[in-house]
Structure formats: structure tokens, C-alpha cells
Nanobody
Framework: QVRLVESGGGLVQAGGSLILSCAAS????????RGWYRQTPGKHRELVAT???????NYADSVKGRFTISRDNAKNTVYLQMNSLKPEDTAVYYC?????????????WGQGTQDTVSS
């Protein structure tokens, strides 16, 4: 089965930068969208950024101008470049790949990586 492996999380000071990566094993056919979510204890998982197969991107208002999502098809990897980090960015970040299946969409999830921003 296809699995997503995340890396790059850690502790960073406010104003710093962090890069998250999410690599998928094998090829995912009929790719629809790849994205990043984040979640803090007691809160619903929040959509942070998405990138379509046509390279269109979308960002949550809270991260616009600071975060950049990109992909490397050769490596089957999606990245999240996070700049000017704020304490409120602290969360567990999850990557998601969504493919168009014959009957329904197929969702793949990363294991989650902790991003902690200190003030």
C-alpha cells in the first residue's frame, strides 16, 4: 500500500524557518491534490495549504505570505516551506495526498510531525 512519510519537524524560535517534507512510496495515479493540515490538542484539524496536479496553490489566510507549498514529482514528494514562524503555528502537521479513485477519492495520510515555535 502507498504510505506517506513525513520529516522536518522540530523546535524553532519565532521568526525562524522550517521545511517539512512528505514522500510517498510508489506512484499514485490520478493525483488530484496534495496538502498540509495541522492540529493542536482540542482543536479540529485545519487545512494549511494545498497544491493541485496543475500546480495551483491555495493557503489559509493565517499563513499567506509566509508558507509555500511545492512538489517534486520525480521524488513523489510535497514540501511545506514555513518562514516567519509564529508561536500560533505550533501544531502537529499532517500531509495528505488525494487521488481520484474509480468509486471515490482515495486519501493517504502522513504520520504527523510536531512543529513547535517558541517566542
Amino acid at each position: 500500500q502507498v504510505r506517506l512519510v513525513e520529516s522536518g519537524g522540530g523546535l524553532v524560535q519565532a521568526g525562524g524557518s522550517l521545511i517539512l517534507s512528505c514522500a510517498a512510496s510508489g506512484t499514485i495515479f490520478r493525483m488530484y491534490v496534495r496538502g498540509w493540515y495541522r492540529q493542536t490538542p482540542g482543536k479540529h484539524r485545519e487545512l494549511v495549504a494545498t497544491i493541485t496536479s496543475g500546480c495551483d496553490t491555495n493557503y489559509a489566510d493565517s499563513v499567506k505570505g509566509r508558507f509555500t507549498i511545492s512538489r517534486d514529482n520525480a521524488k513523489n514528494t510535497v514540501y511545506l516551506q514555513m518562514n516567519s514562524l509564529k508561536p500560533e503555528d505550533t501544531a502537529v502537521y499532517y500531509c495528505t495526498f488525494v487521488a481520484r479513485g474509480s468509486l471515490s477519492n482515495i486519501n493517504y495520510w502522513g504520520q504527523g510531525t510536531q512543529d513547535t515555535v517558541s517566542s
